[in-house]
């Protein structure tokens, strides 16, 4: 019989990585009532057979720090979101990491201009791997930023 690693506890709320396309830091809410996950993005077109490009905004208050992705089509599918109305969706697969645990995910493209998080992690990814504690938050730690070189001083 195999084993199962044991799940790892997360908050309500945790720094994602997608490495894939350079994103790192983004901060993500765990939502164990969301079937899907959600990926905020911007300037979306549909390029070539099956492919979409779109901007995935790092920074809810920067608007400049953005990271253009393309990447394939995985499929088109309609998600209820809590306004409770129906709307079409087109979803792509990226691999996330979240603390150690890395995994492909299915992440629906959306506008989530008015939302806190950039990004919503839905059931459909935490299962098996993660068991969110919901009394906490950032339990992984938050990753370092890299600082920037700094300039030698001079000396009068």
Do not use: C
């Amino acid at each position: 019989m195999a084993q199962h690693p044991e799940p790892l506890v997360i908050g309500w709320a945790e720094y994602v990585d997608i490495p894939e396309w350079n994103v790192t830091r983004l901060r993500a809410k765990m939502d164990t009532g969301a079937r899907s996950s959600a990926l905020h993005v911007e300037n979306v077109h549909e390029v070539g057979h099956s492919r979409v490009r779109f901007d995935v905004r790092l920074h809810r208050k920067q608007i400049d720090r953005r990271v253009t992705v393309e990447a394939p089509i995985s499929r088109r599918g309609r998600v209820r979101p809590s306004s409770g109305v129906s709307e079409a969706r087109i979803f792509v697969v990226a691999k996330v990491r979240i603390g150690g645990v890395e995994r492909e995910i299915e992440l629906s493209l959306v506008s989530r201009e008015r939302m806190l998080f950039r990004m919503l992690i839905g059931r459909s990814a935490l299962s098996h791997a993660f068991v969110v504690d919901v009394s906490r938050r950032y339990t992984l730690g938050r990753p370092k930023r890299k600082k920037p070189k700094s300039r030698p001083r001079s000396h009068p």
